[in-house]
Every structure is written in C-alpha cells, then in structure tokens.
C-alpha cells in the first residue's frame, strides 16, 4: 500500500450514514474508500426500530434483515395507564445493527467501494481543492470530496465545526429472553412517557432478544440510569441477562450549523441530523448519506447543502415543535395517541406516508401545538 491514496471520494465512518454514502458514489463511477475504524460485524446502540423512510432507503441497497414486523404498539404513561393499538400494516421493522450494517457494508463493496476497516482517522485537512484525512498508521487518504459519517463526536464533525443544540442521554439493554418470554412480544413494541421531561422508554422484540432501553436530556445521568432500572424490573425483565448494556449521546444540529466547509460535507451523526423529537436517526443517516454520496460523486458539493434544506432539515424544525409540545404535555399527548386521530397520525408517521413537517402543517395538528406550546 502506497503511504499516501488518492480518491474521488473518500467516506469516514462505516456506519448507515458511510455505507449509503459509498454505494451512491461508487454506484456513480467515483472511485470511492471508506476508512471504518472498527471492524464489522461490530454492536452500535441503537434501538434498531426503522419507520418506513428508513426501511424504504435500505431496501433500495439490501434486503433488510428484519427480525421482526411491528404491528402493535401498547403505550404508557409513567407506566401506568396502559393501551394497545395495532395496524394492519407493519409499522416498523427491527434490525439488529450489526446484521443491518453488515448487509450495507456488503452492498457499499459490490457497487465498487473499497472499505478499509480498522482505519483510525486522526485528522483532516484540505487545500488546492482536495481534502486529506491522515490515519492512525501513518499513511494518508486524499479525495475531492470527504464525507463525513463518523458520528456527532467525530473528527469531521469538528472540522466543519457543526454545532449542536440538543444533546441527549439513550441507555439501552440488549437482553436475552427465552421463546416464552420473547413470543409475548413478538410483533409488539412498548414505549413509556417517563417522568423525565422529554423522555421516554422502549421496548423492541428481536426474537432471542429485547432491546429495552431510554432516553432523556443529558445532565439528568442518576435519574436517566434510575428510570432504565426501575423500567426492566417493572417489566420483570430484570432477571434475564443483559448481553448488552450500553449508553450514548444523540446530538441534534443546530438550524445554523454547517454541513459543509469546503471540499468536506458531513452526512448523518455527524451533521446532527436526526429527528430531535423521538431521536430516530436511521431514516436521516440512510438518506442524507444516499445525497451526499450522489453529490460527492458530481462535486456538487452546494446541491448537497441544498438538497438536505429542501428535505431533512424541515423535519427537523417539526420535531423540535412536537418536542416542546410533548415536554410539557406529556399525558395529553399519551390521550391524543389512543383516539382514532391521534392513532392515524401516528401509523402514517411510523410508516412515513406523511413527514414531520406534512403533519405539523397540518391545520388541526398546527392549532393544536400552537396551544399546547403556549402554555
């Protein structure tokens, strides 16, 4: 190996974000590298549940290796007041990420990437046109464009110096459960409004296992790891083992925050992208990554910008809507969910046949947050 490559595009970070990104590029005749700093088949946190953008956006790469359909959903309020609503439909689909990324990182290879694992990325630079990232080891990737996929904390995200507003606290247990235990599950996910402003609690069935975990605002760590107990053990989980039992923060972009500078573009958790609302990022990694890939391999690096303004980043602003409202009204949000409305609204969101910003545009919904914001 030479100590110094030379690329057209170059993807940091192997992840939904990376991997979408390296087969749109590849797939459009750029020779593409994508330095992973782990090495796959590795565990990520994450919940794994994919709405229906997120599962359209990989079935286009892959056959989505669902462990489960999702066709029912029981819902709580600081664990008590317990409904349950179904759909004829799958609402979700739960990936284990390492299937999920393995599958992707497949595809990202036979569209022509090559994919360099256990590639540690200490620092990026540009100029004349090109931009560099300089590895753990020594040697040196060049590219016209660098696409930046290495998460919120990662070197890329530094470099354009993407700035973040929300920051928040996800806990999570992968626990092994037997047939008994997982077939009480199956098809059927659990979500908890906690008593946490802004937070919540899940459950995901994975056949032989549980994703159970919660999220809420960092700075609130005790109480955050106190709600993950108090949730398992009400849930008589507590008893099984945890294969699993991970954290990690979720950062959302701030309106202004950049999501390029120069021949470098961030894509995914890396430009904060991700609906502040619920913290479901998989849906914003595939497609932001799917753009930037396409625009990197074209150099159209101001499309790229353009492009998520247009699409993303309007979602986003809903979410932040739909968060303030739910922060401070919880329990009427847990009302509004179980009436046929609100349950509409819900399916159509999980299964994205209407958008965050479709659906706080909406005039019934708008009056609604415009109250509930208010107060």
């Given at each position: 190996?030479?100590?110094r ?11 939904p ?12 005749g ?14 990520k ?19 989505v290796?669902?462990r ?56 990026v ?6 931009a ?35 920051v ?37 069935p ?14 609130q ?86 492009a ?39 399916v ?20 609604s ?7």
């Amino acid at each position: 190996m030479r100590e110094r490559d030379e690329w057209d595009v170059a993807v940091i970070g192997a992840g939904p974000a990376g991997l979408a990104a390296a087969s749109a590029a590849a797939a459009a005749g750029a020779r593409t590298i994508v330095l992973e700093r782990a090495e796959h088949p590795r565990y990520k946190t994450c919940g794994g549940g994919l709405i229906g953008a997120s599962r359209a956006a990989a079935g286009r790469l892959i056959d989505v290796p669902a462990r489960d359909d999702i066709t029912s959903v029981t819902v709580t309020l600081r664990g008590g007041q317990e409904y349950t609503r179904s759909h004829g439909e799958p609402l979700l689909a739960m990936v284990v990420r390492e299937e999920f990324d393995a599958a992707l990182l497949k595809r990202a290879e036979g569209s022509g990437a090559q994919v360099r694992q256990r590639a540690q990325v200490r620092s990026v630079d540009q100029g004349d046109g090109r931009a560099t990232a300089r590895l753990a080891d020594g040697t040196e990737v060049t590219a016209r464009v660098i696409v930046g996929a290495d998460g919120s904390s990662g070197i890329t995200a530094r470099h354009v110096g993407a700035e973040f507003d929300q920051v928040d606290l996800g806990l999570e247990q992968e626990i092994a459960v037997p047939e008994a235990v997982a077939g009480r599950w199956r098809g059927r996910v659990l979500l908890d409004w906690g008593k946490i402003p802004a937070s919540y609690g899940w459950v995901f069935p994975k056949r032989d296992r549980l994703t159970v975990g919660v999220i809420a605002a960092r700075g609130q760590g005790e109480a955050t790891k106190a709600y993950l107990r108090e949730f398992v053990g009400r849930l008589g989980l507590s008893g099984f083992e945890a294969v699993q039992d991970s954290g990690h923060l979720t950062r959302c972009r701030a309106d202004n925050s950049p999501l390029r500078k120069g021949q470098v573009i961030v894509a995914g958790d890396a430009a904060g992208l991700l609906d502040p609302w619920t913290r479901e990022g998989i849906s914003f990694a595939l497609r932001s990554g799917a753009l930037a890939g396409q625009h990197a391999a074209k150099g159209d690096l101001d499309g790229y910008v353009a492009a998520l303004n247009a699409t993303l980043v309007p979602d986003m602003r809903a979410g932040r809507t739909l968060l303030t409202a739910f922060t401070r009204h919880a329990g009427v949000f847990h009302r509004g969910l179980n009436s046929a409305k609100g349950w509409s609204a819900f399916v159509k969101m999980c299964r994205s046949e209407i958008s965050l910003s479709e659906l706080v545009a909406n005039p019934s919904a708008r009056m609604s947050l415009a109250l509930l914001n208010r107060f």
